[in-house]
């Protein structure tokens, strides 16, 4: 079944007359997924593909059950957006929206700690695990989606929402397929870190292995190396370390704006350096994952 989602989980989308809202709201439907209604205040009466529009995020939650909320307004909006629908009881928010300050996004991360909900972003695509729920816009039109994300055994986690689709086509192609990805986002602040989401999968009986995407600036990788260690892990983690010409140019950044290397320990090679000794295996090229998987799980 993979983590997080499940056949029966609904969600909401927040910003859903958006031009970015529509396209996803589209393809998530054609794609199986549930989703119970949309907000956008002011234009509440109104229908998307089929989908109500409402002006609150309570009107919605007063008359159904929503187990998710996905988030696309503009970022002075996003964190009313996101304290509206952890208010509302809403445990499960994925947020598209980039360019949050870091203040903002700490303050809803921390209400949503207060509140028992979990953070997936900002500034990612969201969760999906194949053939069960597409939660945001995780893998583009959903034929393509289908064709990228096959159902198997690996979880992906990436800051990347592209790379998470390059990552789980290879496996997929290689026949070994995915529970779930996440793309958790690529802003300085995310609400849930790598080490965050391990115990998900690994309490997890569909996944076998984990694959990782990891970018320059951070700790990420190492709270990952520092957690698998602690807890003993029983997957195998398997990692692809991107910007490693980022090791001669401190305080460069490219792409993401959380790809930032201020200190020596957040350079690819000392992230390189913390798993390997942690016992995860760092791939040197894309095409190398499936096999590390496969060589780690002797499948």
């Known amino acids: 079944m993979?983590?997080?989602?499940?056949?029966?989980?609904t969600f909401i989308v927040q910003g859903i007359t958006g031009r970015e809202a529509l396209n996803f709201t589209r393809e998530c439907l054609n794609y199986g997924s549930k989703i119970v209604g949309g907000v956008t205040p002011g234009r509440g009466g109104r229908e998307v593909y089929g989908v109500k529009v409402y002006d609150s995020v309570r009107e919605i939650t007063e008359q159904t059950r929503v187990d998710g909320s996905v988030i696309t307004v503009p970022y002075q909006f996003t964190p009313d957006a996101a304290?509206?629908?952890?208010d509302a009881g809403i445990k499960e928010i994925v947020i598209i929206t980039e360019g949050i300050q870091r203040k903002s996004a700490v303050e809803i991360i921390e209400f949503a700690k207060m509140h028992g909900a979990r953070v997936i972003g900002p500034n990612c695509l969201g969760v999906i695990s194949p053939g069960v729920c597409r939660f945001g816009s995780l893998g583009g039109p959903a034929e393509d989606c289908k064709k990228a994300f096959g159902p198997g055994s690996v979880g992906v986690m990436s800051r990347s929402g592209g790379m998470t689709t390059e990552i789980c086509n290879a496996l997929t192609v290689a026949g070994l397929g995915v529970s779930t990805a996440?793309?958790?986002g690529g802003d300085p602040v995310v609400g849930s870190s790598y080490a965050e989401l391990m115990p998900l999968f690994e309490d997890d009986p569909?996944?076998?292995a984990v694959v990782i995407y990891s970018e320059p600036g951070?700790?990420?990788e190492a709270q990952l190396a520092q957690w698998s260690q602690d807890n003993?892990?029983?997957l195998p983690i398997v990692a692809f370390?991107?910007?490693r010409f980022m090791d001669d140019m401190p305080g460069v950044s490219f792409g993401h704006a959380g790809t930032v290397v201020h200190r020596k320990v957040d350079s690819p090679a000392e992230k390189i350096r913390a798993m390997r000794a942690a016992g995860i295996s760092v791939a040197d090229l894309i095409g190398d994952i499936p096999r590390l998987v496969r060589e780690r799980?002797?499948?």
């Open 2 to 9: 993979g983590i997080i989602l499940n056949d029966d989980f």
């Open 83 to 86: 304290f509206e629908a952890i």
């Open 182 to 184: 996440i793309s958790i």
């Open 206 to 208: 569909q996944t076998e």
């Open 218 to 220: 951070g700790p990420m």
């Open 232 to 234: 003993n892990s029983r």
């Open 241 to 243: 370390v991107s910007g």
């Open 297 to 299: 799980t002797g499948g």
